[in-house]
């Protein structure tokens, strides 16, 4: 795996005992596997939570933090996925609307036919996602007005003629994703290292385990195991299993912060070459910048000079009138995409995710690509297909705050 080190575990103690027996063992304790202990705690069924890092410490603290029917979806035809994206905005706006917040994003066009294409883009996208719990009342959709969209520093010398406004949800990815773990039962083991796994006639049986903190061996055995390790799954499978199998395609994206610019109240989605968006979001005191898209081969990447260098360039581009390389950058990140392996550039990949049941192992499933925004649903289909019982509480039952505190500034 990575040569870059794994996080170093907090000091305190793990109060789990030596030796543990639950119906799911889950690895990887991301968004998916924090939503799947909430979907079997849902369903009465125990489980184990274990992470090699903090609950969503990987991936799911360092995405756009969107909740979103995925408006660049219009441009690739995947309606499909929009449209369930869509859907589980809604779900996530009433099950968590203390992690949530909905934003009026302002998409600029160039010329009037852009601006029409975008208007009648935008409509409908706005109009199969009319579900919107807690919409803020005065929060504008549609043509922004020419005197507003002048008032922008962003419209000043650059090529926008006007704007279209959409709407979607924003979130804080990595509270979120704790939210979901503490709405579980699960027994966290959460700075504990998989050593050995044990197999028997149904496939895996058991895991030894060391905490991370203090070298206590566990031993955590389950019926079923489900592996939902992000990007990291493709070596953690030849690590385990001596497996060579490529399951994934990975793709790291960066984000900056800057300090706020004043006038830049609205967020910005922007239409790039090849798909992409670049997102100019203000939020938490600060102004959020992303993304951008280059081929992996690891969980853990640095992030490139040329990836920086990219998205300044693509803010000087549309945006000159800021002098973006003068303001100072408050705090920079890089995540990993998990895509579903496929040809072709990762900018055209599906986000798309899908559930694989081990073909040597037959009680292990393995979650491969997805998003925050669909990992609730995905799971929730998970969780009724390994205990046969479906819950309609889960898209009703609000998450319980795992520090108390409504939205966090990070
Ligand atoms: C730049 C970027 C922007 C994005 N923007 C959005 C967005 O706006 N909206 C959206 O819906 N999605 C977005 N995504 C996608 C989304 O962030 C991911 O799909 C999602 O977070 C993946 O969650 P996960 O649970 O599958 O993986 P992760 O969050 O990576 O969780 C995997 C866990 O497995 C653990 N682990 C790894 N190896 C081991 C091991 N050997 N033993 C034990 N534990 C291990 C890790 O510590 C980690 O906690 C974005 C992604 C990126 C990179």
């Known amino acids: 795996m990575s040569d870059i080190p794994w996080p170093a575990p907090p000091s305190g103690i793990c109060t789990?005992?030596?030796?543990?027996?639950?119906?799911?063992?889950?690895?990887?304790?991301?968004?998916?596997?924090?939503?799947?202990?909430?979907?079997?705690?849902?369903?009465?069924?125990?489980c184990a939570l274990v992470d090699r890092g903090a609950v969503g410490g990987g991936t799911s603290q360092w995405s756009s933090q969107l909740l979103h029917g995925g408006?660049?979806?219009?441009?690739?035809?995947?309606?499909?996925?929009?449209?369930?994206?869509?859907?589980?905005?809604?779900?996530?706006?009433?099950?968590?609307?203390?992690?949530?917040r909905w934003e009026a994003f302002w998409m600029p066009h160039r010329f009037g036919v852009e601006g029409l294409a975008h208007r009648f883009g935008i409509g409908l996208y706005d109009h199969w996602g009319a579900e919107r719990p807690g919409w803020p009342q005065g929060l504008e959709l549609g043509q922004v007005p020419r005197t507003a969209f002048r008032a922008d520093p962003r419209s000043a010398?650059?090529?926008?003629?006007?704007?279209?406004?959409y709407a979607d949800l924003i979130t804080w990815?990595?509270?979120?994703?704790?939210?979901?773990?503490?709405?579980?039962?699960?027994?966290?083991?959460d700075f504990h290292e998989p050593e050995h796994f044990e197999e028997g006639q149904e496939g895996l049986k058991a895991l030894t385990l060391t905490d991370r903190r203090d070298g206590t061996r566990r031993r955590l055995s389950?019926?079923?195991?489900?592996?939902?390790?992000?990007?990291?799954?493709?070596?953690?499978?030849?690590?385990?299993?001596?497996?060579?199998?490529?399951?994934?395609?990975?793709?790291?994206?960066?984000?900056?912060?800057f300090d706020p610019v004043p006038g830049c109240a609205s967020p910005w989605a922007i239409r790039r070459p090849g798909g992409r968006?670049?997102?100019?979001?203000?939020r938490d005191g600060l102004l959020q910048v992303g993304t951008t898209e280059r081929e992996v081969e690891e969980g853990w990447v640095p992030i490139a000079t040329g990836e920086r260098e990219e998205?300044?360039?693509?803010?000087?581009?549309?945006?000159?009138?800021?002098?973006?390389?003068?303001?100072?950058?408050?705090?920079?990140?890089?995540g990993v995409r998990p895509l579903l392996s496929a040809g072709g550039?990762?900018?055209?990949?599906?986000?798309?995710?899908?559930?694989?049941?081990?073909?040597?192992?037959?009680?292990?499933?393995?979650?491969?690509?997805?998003?925050?925004?669909?990992?609730?649903?995905?799971?929730?289909?998970?969780?009724?297909?390994?205990?046969?019982?479906?819950?309609?509480?889960?898209?009703?039952?609000?998450?319980?705050l795992w520090d108390g505190h409504p939205a966090q500034i990070r």
């Open 16 to 46: 789990v005992p030596p030796s543990l027996e639950v119906e799911v063992a889950i690895l990887g304790a991301g968004i998916h596997g924090a939503a799947l202990a909430r979907e079997l705690t849902l369903r009465g069924v125990s």
């Open 71 to 100: 408006i660049r979806y219009l441009l690739t035809g995947d309606i499909r996925q929009m449209r369930e994206g869509l859907v589980e905005r809604a779900t996530w706006a009433r099950i968590a609307p203390h992690r949530c």
């Open 157 to 165: 010398g650059g090529p926008f003629r006007g704007a279209t406004a």
């Open 173 to 189: 990815d990595r509270a979120l994703t704790r939210d979901l773990a503490a709405s579980s039962r699960a027994v966290p083991l």
């Open 222 to 257: 389950a019926r079923r195991w489900v592996f939902a390790l992000g990007p990291w799954t493709d070596g953690a499978m030849s690590t385990w299993f001596g497996e060579t199998r490529k399951r994934l395609r990975l793709s790291s994206g960066i984000h900056l912060w």
């Open 277 to 282: 968006i670049l997102f100019i979001i203000p």
């Open 311 to 334: 998205l300044l360039g693509a803010l000087e581009a549309n945006l000159p009138a800021i002098p973006w390389r003068q303001l100072p950058i408050r705090g920079e990140e890089v």
């Open 345 to 400: 550039a990762t900018a055209r990949l599906s986000r798309g995710a899908m559930l694989q049941r081990h073909d040597r192992l037959p009680n292990l499933t393995l979650v491969l690509g997805g998003k925050l925004t669909t990992a609730r649903l995905l799971m929730a289909q998970l969780a009724t297909e390994l205990t046969g019982l479906p819950c309609e509480a889960s898209v009703t039952e609000p998450l319980s």
